[in-house]
């Protein structure tokens, strides 16, 4: 008996003596990776070759490839293998210039750019006066006036009652003028949403019908809500252009149209149609020694709109995910498991580079120990789901537990919580039954300023966040490789919608779109 238990003593003085050993190899990478990602950042110069070099990635463009080709040279000259991988095809399509003017009943230049996928004018610049989509009885009234537009700029948004966002009028309002305001806003809001359905067409064809009718072209107002603010979305039109105007030039357009002063405006816009062309996702990849065929995943969308650079939607998740895989090799160069990237192309048409890969590459998604996307603009990260697994809570819990407190303590976390149907490529993977999780970071008024907009540059990205996000992602990859544990997919029960009352059902898996753009 008393040499069991000294058996027992030292079995147990081995494994504390192994726990502890393990213990001190964690902190040791663990301090390393803080050091390197505070120390010896790239996040700056990527973002300055990135954002301001190549600028907005708009799937379908030369810009697109051309930061596919750029992350694959990053990623092997930091001795890592990186491939682009086709996922399918898109209208091929190249911004040129956009300039407007008003020239009648005075000169201004105007802010304003074409639409994405807008159709050019070659080199000839189109003088024309302006009109505004009238509020006609019906349908039938609408065919009668259609003919009209001929020769002529037609305005088809709303003109706002206020270039003021909501949070500059309480700050300096009355209440009464507040509330005032909003209301007349709503009240217009609805009638020119009736007034564009008795058209008898939609938002997306009733440009078709006035550029089939002749018109010289569509301006449009897409107000975002934000001082100087637009959003910048894709074109209808395939014969003439259709332009964005920002809200206090096109608000002048419209009142002195509505006051019979007849302004006339000069476009010139420019484009390509460059084809069919290909499309891809770049993925790179560190190899796992002992679990190689077990993943760990880095996600982010490459793609972006294109009325700015696509600065923080999502050049700040790309830069993320490319610091914290240049941090991992050089600190842990041998993980246990195969650590990928995925920088998805077409996330903003609907998730399709990242659908495609869970379609392509089944033996990874079952094989998925976790997955950690980021995408909703540049501030730190303050929110993690477990997206409806059972037992999220008690892997990501031991995994934060080694991020150090200055990171960690602005973290929120929701577990079980309930899994996400879209929104980014997170969403993908969940919809497999893979544990793909989101990184869901602090606003800094990424709706109204910067989401899918004319100012989203490199001005708006918040460095400080995004290097805690990077050291934030690493060490989760990290402690995600080494575990010695395999996470657990088990569903949670989803209760009930709190909105609807009816039963939460799990997300299905929704295929990619592999040809898309060219209807």
């Known amino acids: 008996m008393k040499r069991t238990l000294n058996s027992l003593s030292f079995l147990s003085a081995v494994a504390l003596l192994l ?105 000839q610049t189109v003088t024309a006066e302006t009109v505004i989509l009238p509020d006609l009885a019906d349908s039938a009234a609408f065919k009668q006036w259609l003919p009209t537009v001929k020769g002529k700029f037609v305005m088809i948004s709303m003109c706002q009652p206020t270039g003021r966002p909501d949070y500059n009028w309480q700050e300096f309002a009355t209440k009464e003028s507040f509330d005032k305001m909003k209301s007349e806003r709503t009240a217009a809001t609805e009638a020119w949403r009736k007034r564009i359905a008795k058209t008898g067409y939609t938002a997306r064809t009733l440009p078709v019908a006035l550029e089939n009718a002749g018109a010289a072209g569509i301006i449009t107002s897409y107000w975002s809500a934000g001082f100087g603010v ?64 077990e993943y760990v995943m880095l996600s982010a969308h490459f793609d972006s709109w294109d009325g700015a650079s696509g600065a923080t939607d999502n050049g700040t998740g790309t830069l993320t995910m490319m610091e914290a895989m240049r941090i991992l090799k050089k600190v842990y160069p041998k993980p246990k498991r195969t650590i990928l990237v995925g920088h998805w192309g077409s996330e903003e048409e609907g998730l399709n580079g990242s659908r495609a890969f869970v379609e392509d590459h089944p033996e990874i998604v079952k094989n998925l120990q976790a997955l950690f996307n980021q995408d909703n603009g540049t501030g730190r990260v303050v929110n993690i789901s477990g997206q409806g697994y059972a037992h999220a809570g008690e892997y990501i819990g031991r995994w934060l537990a080694a991020v150090p407190s200055n990171i960690r303590d602005s973290i929120k976390t929701s577990f079980p919580g309930a899994p996400g149907g879209g929104g980014s490529d997170f969403a993908s993977f969940v919809a497999a039954g893979a544990p793909g999780f989101s990184l869901s970071s602090l606003g800094w008024s990424y709706g109204n300023y910067t989401w899918h907009t004319n100012r989203d540059t490199y001005d708006k990205i918040v460095f400080d966040d995004v290097r805690k996000n990077a050291i934030l992602t690493a060490i989760l990859i990290y402690m995600a490789s080494e575990d010695s544990q395999k996470t657990s997919t088990e569903r949670a029960p989803l209760g009930n919608n709190p909105r609807t009352g009816e039963p939460m059902k799990w997300p299905e898996p929704v295929k990619a779109t592999r040809r898309g753009g060219l209807n």
């Open 19 to 123: 726990s502890a050993g393990t213990a001190t190899a964690q902190n040791t990478v663990i301090d390393q990776i803080v050091k390197e990602g505070t120390e010896n950042s790239q996040l700056e110069k990527l973002a300055k070759e990135l954002i301001d070099g190549i600028g907005p990635r708009l799937v379908g463009t030369p810009q697109m490839q051309q930061a596919n080709n750029w992350a694959i040279a990053k990623y092997k000259g930091w001795g890592i293998n990186a491939r682009n991988e086709k996922w399918g095809e898109w209208r091929g399509w190249e911004r040129g210039v956009s300039h407007i003017d008003m020239v009648y009943p005075r000169v201004r230049s105007l802010e304003g750019t074409q639409l994405a996928w807008s159709p050019g004018m070659g080199n």
């Open 230 to 293: 637009d959003k910048i979305f894709s074109a209808y039109t395939k014969k003439v252009p259709t332009v964005d105007v920002a809200l206090e030039d096109y608000g002048l357009l419209y009142r002195l149209t509505e006051s019979g002063n007849k302004p006339r405006i000069a476009m010139h816009t420019e484009s390509k149609e460059l084809g069919v062309v290909p499309t891809y996702n770049t993925i790179a990849e560190v190899k796992g020694s002992s679990k190689a065929n």
